[in-house]
């Protein structure tokens, strides 16, 4: 089973709808991340938090908004989305890179689908 | 960002055969990950590699971080339907930056 876990598993909204994605872990991990993928390719990094402050934009458009309320959460806010946002967006979790003694292991989420209509 | 490049990019065989895949990099990687991902899932760790030469196994799989550093080989011996997916090779920066292979993906025939 595993410790990332996303919520919700579906999600269907309108261009001009609001809301959001959830993730937490309770592995102990400092650095979390939001990726996009779609079908059939690698994941595309959107957003790196490491110590809970924001490292890591990867020039996402603005109606994506992270935060990380604490070390175990991690929200993706969705607003004015297109239709070319539908993707599965995975969270991931991770001790912060570099460290002495880091494996530089990275654990996924299942996924939310997000279809954007 | 940096891709890593993997082939093939699909397989298709029989049940009972071995696979056999490598992603290839331009830079060096202290870490290699091995992932699986399921249709519409997130992708699963299968294993993870820490130093040039090592050679590790996790069930049917096995995996080995090349000497150069550049380089890693996933094998899967005695395939089953359930070994059907995604795989993706994949590395860390110090920047907390995962770079990902481009992808294979298995299909496994009865």
């Known amino acids: 089973d595993t410790e990332v876990t996303q919520t919700p598993k579906h999600l269907v909204m309108g261009m001009t709808n609001k809301k959001s994605l959830k993730c937490e872990q309770h592995m102990g991990h400092r650095a979390m991340y939001w990726y996009k993928q779609k079908a059939k390719k690698p994941p595309e990094l959107m957003f790196v938090y490491s110590y809970e402050k924001l490292s890591i934009n990867e020039s996402v458009p603005s109606r994506f908004s992270p935060e990380c309320p604490n070390s175990s959460l991690l929200n993706l806010h969705l607003h004015a989305l297109q239709p070319e946002d539908s993707a599965l967006y995975l969270c991931?979790?991770?001790?912060?890179?570099?460290?002495?003694?880091?494996?530089?292991?990275?654990?996924f989420g299942e996924g939310s689908r997000l279809t954007v209509l | 960002g940096q891709q890593l490049n993997q082939s093939p990019q699909s397989m298709f065989i029989q049940e009972g055969e071995d696979v056999s895949m490598n992603c290839t990099s331009s830079s060096i990687f202290n870490t290699w990950l091995w992932y699986k991902q399921d249709p519409g899932e997130g992708p699963v760790l299968l294993i993870a590699l820490y130093k040039a030469g090592e050679l590790t196994s996790n069930g049917r799989l096995t995996a080995q971080f090349g000497i150069t550093r550049k380089d890693s080989f996933l094998n899967i011996s005695a395939s089953i339907p359930s070994d059907v997916g995604i795989y993706f090779c994949a590395g860390p920066n110090t920047g907390n930056q995962f770079y990902f292979g481009t992808g294979t993906s298995l299909t496994v025939i009865p």
């Open positions: 991931a979790s991770s001790h912060p890179t570099g460290r002495a003694g880091d494996t530089g292991e990275l654990f």
